[in-house]
């Protein structure tokens, strides 16, 4: 398990959940987080490859910019601002935004 996909809720994680085709971990940072809280809960997949999907929304902008400081290195997968939400995200849509960010989906 190589790949860490980092989500807001638990909404968001058993939205993508049942898509992926590879092992993964999914982790959700249950709201807004500080560097330190960030740092905490990504300590253990330190050297994993990053994808952060978050919701199109002032939190989640806010999330990915703290990421953007804390883990440069991070990839950053993004839904349309059209739906707002991860978890509210058409499945086919989902599908393509996990594809782009070299996940492997299971097919419809």
Known sequence: MDK???VEGRSDKTRIEPLIAEPVT?????GTVSAVRLEELLAPYEGLDLIVLVD????????RKLFKK????????????SYKEVAATPVRI???????????VNTL
């Open 4 to 6: 860490v996909i980092i």
């Open 26 to 30: 999914i982790l959700c940072t249950n």
């Open 56 to 63: 199109a929304d002032k939190s989640g902008e806010s999330l």
């Open 70 to 81: 804390v883990f440069p290195e991070a990839r950053h997968a993004y839904i349309d601002r």
């Open 94 to 104: 989902l599908l393509d935004v996990l594809i782009g960010a070299n996940v492997r």
